[in-house]
């Protein structure tokens, strides 16, 4: 069964300060998307990474795949209160007919 | 960017009911849908892949008489919770993929079963 730990689950910062969440697994991904959600809304896309060590900027964000293709993190600088949300990494594992396999969130508040 | 639409959005029932639930890609031919569940502070949770003209495929622990899901063509998906009850009341997520994979989420239906 292949697994994606998310961490932390839960953050709250004030404005203005950076924060690293993490996804680890013991498995190869072939990509791994990041999303953004809103309450009572659907996960909205935020960046898809495919390749080993790939880095990908987003204004604030920051996405990173690891060598390996079995870790990612993403880092936001100088967080505002709108990037308050939840935050989900999602894998895709070769071999598994394109189902996506999610971390368990990270609840992110940003206070002003 | 591709669209896909949940309707409706909520819905309240009474235990014992059943209630549909549809998922649709305006724009785009959906070669797969997945359909997830969500509860409250936790991440989405996949519950079956169905697709276009075949029988769905659901994940381990989820009953396919429970959750009936029909994906009749290429653009419409539905989810039918059968028989509700109140440890059904969640949030359900569906999303589409075309021939690239990359799937598309719904906004989403709230289900409370009293």
């Known amino acids: 069964t292949q697994l994606l730990e998310q961490s932390p689950q839960f953050l709250s910062i004030q404005e203005g300060e950076n924060l690293t969440v993490y996804c680890n697994s013991s498995?190869?991904?072939?990509?791994l998307q990041w999303y953004r959600q809103e309450p009572g809304e659907g996960p909205v896309l935020l960046v898809t990474?495919?390749?080993?060590?790939e880095v990908k900027k987003l204004k604030r964000l920051t996405f990173q795949f690891g060598d390996a293709r079995k870790d990612s993190s993403l880092h936001i600088t100088a967080a505002q209160p709108g990037d308050t949300g939840l935050y989900l990494c999602?894998?895709?594992?070769?071999?598994?007919?394109?189902?996506?396999?999610f971390g368990q969130g990270t609840t992110l508040q940003v206070k002003p | 960017g591709a669209v896909v639409s949940q309707h409706p959005s909520r819905v309240i029932c009474k235990s014992g009911t059943s209630v549909k639930i549809e998922c649709r890609s305006l724009?785009?031919?959906?070669?797969?849908m997945f359909w997830y569940r969500q509860f409250p502070k936790q991440s989405l949770m996949l519950m079956a892949t169905?697709?276009?003209?075949?029988?769905?495929?659901?994940e381990q622990g989820v009953e396919k008489d429970k959750f009936l899901i029909n994906h009749a063509s290429l653009t419409l998906s539905t989810l039918t919770v059968t028989s509700a009850h109140p440890e059904d009341s969640s949030f359900y997520i569906c999303?589409?993929?075309?021939?690239?994979?990359?799937?598309?989420f719904g906004p989403g239906t709230r289900l409370t079963v009293l």
């Open positions: 999303s589409a993929s075309a021939t690239t994979g990359v799937q598309f």
């Open positions: 498995s190869v991904f072939s990509s």
């Open positions: 990474v495919v390749t080993g060590g």
């Open positions: 999602a894998g895709v594992w070769s071999g598994n007919t394109g189902k996506l396999i």
């Open positions: 724009d785009f031919q959906a070669t797969t």
């Open positions: 169905s697709n276009e003209g075949s029988k769905a495929t659901y």
